[in-house]
């Protein structure tokens, strides 16, 4: 790919330049930790290029996340359709959201080592972007995208199914998503249901950050959460309650 410095975690300074793995090398590294060796890696070096690095706009994982964020949902959802042949649309519903949210994006990509390999303006590695959840699961949607160019649908389905399919085995948490049990507990106290409203809202078109308030009349006092999407957001304020409350356990475990 013109113009963009292959060697893994970002640019380079001159000065240091002979001290890193040659850019073959080190692309060969998360190859294996892939388990996918890329017949055209400029897939992968897109897939790995966070948008203060990258010359154009192109020239970043933003189209990758956008095409790999739907084939991991695509692939999650049969995934979760054919293991639980009883569940309702409910429960499958929730299984999904539960499996393709940021968070489980952000642990796989964890697991995989990525953080290291994301290329990086200065500005944004030294705020700690390696680490950004948001950051980690973009480039895992990004890095799905690249395998399913790269090698179609069936090796980028098998790739989700090997990661994912333990963690849809062993998922915690209750089934029930967080607004629907808030809404119970309150009527079962002979309270009005919860309203939602925008409290905030930053971040580019393509990465937006909503943060939402839910107002309860009456004794409980409501919280807020955040998401990058206003569903996400009230899902996560519902359940900041539910785990203050006692209901819940743990807000990251029980979030939908």
Avoid at 95 to 107: D, F, G, H, Q, Y
Avoid at 118 to 147: C, H, N, P, T, W
Avoid at 209 to 216: E, S, T
Wanted: hydrophobic share 45%; glycine share 10%.
């Amino acid at each position: 790919m013109a113009g963009l410095d292959l060697a893994v975690g970002g640019p380079v300074e001159p000065s240091l330049r002979s001290s890193v793995m040659k850019p073959s090398l080190a692309l060969e590294a998360v190859e294996d930790r892939l388990g996918h060796r890329f017949a055209d890696r400029d897939l992968l070096v897109r897939a790995l290029t966070h948008t203060s690095a990258a010359h154009v706009a192109a020239d970043s994982y933003q189209r990758l996340e956008f095409l790999g964020d739907r084939v991991l949902g695509v692939t999650v959802a049969g995934m979760v359709y054919g293991a639980f042949p009883n569940a309702e649309e409910g429960e499958l519903a929730r299984r999904l959201n539960a499996l393709v949210k940021r968070e489980t994006c952000a642990e796989v990509a964890r697991e995989l080592g990525l953080g290291a390999a994301v290329r990086l303006g200065s500005g944004e590695a030294q705020s700690g972007g390696r680490a950004k959840a948001a950051i980690l699961a973009d480039v895992m949607e990004a890095v799905i995208a690249a395998i399913h160019l790269d090698a179609g649908f069936e090796v980028a389905r098998d790739f989700v199914e090997r990661l994912w399919t333990g963690r849809m085995r062993t998922a915690r948490g209750p089934l029930r998503d967080a607004k629907t049990t808030l809404q119970e507990w309150l009527q079962g106290r002979g309270l009005a249901a919860p309203s939602y409203r925008l409290v905030d809202r930053t971040g580019p078109d393509h990465d937006p950050l909503f943060v939402i308030a839910v107002d309860i009349v009456g004794p409980v006092e409501g919280l807020t959460g955040e998401g990058r999407s206003k569903r996400e957001a009230e899902q996560n304020a519902a359940a900041r309650v539910l785990v203050r409350e006692g209901i819940w356990k743990d807000v990251s475990d029980d979030r939908a």
